[in-house]
């Protein structure tokens, strides 16, 4: 998992010269630059997370150990209401927690566009949070966020999109990852944590297909 330290990576450098040459851009609207710059390092992000990434039977910093239950806390969602992890108990859910200017998140956000219906299949919901305070760095909005990484899949009814309140944040993110996911079973307990979907959709899909199959 990217540490929050890593937000201080300086960029890549420019090439000689101070200015770096203009390249023709297929025509259609141009993303925004905070797309652009994250795409730099997605490769490289991609691959590290691969190797750091830790499920919860490996984890010591995971609210609860596989099998245990979900701490609750709240969240806010987009459309302004207020929820509790306690009250997703029922239906198998993702809880993801992200920071909008990683880009492993805007890389396991478009993946999560491509899946979204793999995870519906199974009855598992998304939940897709914005940490608090976005770990103090300046991102997109998480609707701006989900709008341009998600594309039509963002209307789509089992993905909500929110903002982790403090408590939320500490509670399931204490080390300061930049992008974390937590598995729920239908009973609120932690089926399995991991980082970057992007990089880790493989493990991720099988774990859906477990923890959504009938009891």
Not at 7 to 29: E, L, V
Not at 49 to 69: K, W, Y
Not at 70 to 98: H, I, K, N
Not at 120 to 149: C, K, S
Request: hydrophobic fraction near 40%.
């Amino acid at each position: 998992m990217s540490k929050r330290s890593s937000r201080t990576r300086a960029p890549a450098a420019a090439p000689a010269g101070g200015r770096r040459p203009k390249q023709a851009r297929p025509q259609g609207p141009r993303r925004p630059r905070w797309i652009r710059r994250a795409a730099l390092g997605l490769a490289l992000v991609a691959a590290v997370a691969v190797v750091v990434a830790v499920t919860a039977t490996h984890s010591t910093s995971a609210p609860g150990a596989a099998g245990q239950t979900a701490p609750s806390a709240t969240f806010t969602t987009t459309s302004g209401q207020t929820e509790t992890v306690s009250a997703l108990r029922g239906q198998p859910t993702l809880l993801w927690l992200v920071t909008t200017w990683c880009s492993s998140c805007q890389a396991g956000t478009t993946a999560m566009a491509q899946q979204i219906p793999t995870f519906a299949a199974h009855h598992v919901r998304v939940v897709e949070l914005e940490v608090a305070n976005d770990f103090g760095q300046a991102g997109p909005p998480i609707t701006e966020f989900g709008q341009q990484l998600a594309g039509s899949s963002y209307q789509n009814p089992d993905w909500v999109w929110g903002m982790a309140s403090p408590k939320l944040t500490q509670t399931y993110d204490p080390n300061g990852y930049l992008d974390i996911y937590y598995l729920l079973d239908r009973q609120g307990r932690v089926a399995y944590v991991n980082s970057s979907p992007g990089a880790t959709m493989g493990q991720l899909l099988a774990e859906v297909a477990r923890v959504g199959s009938p009891a």
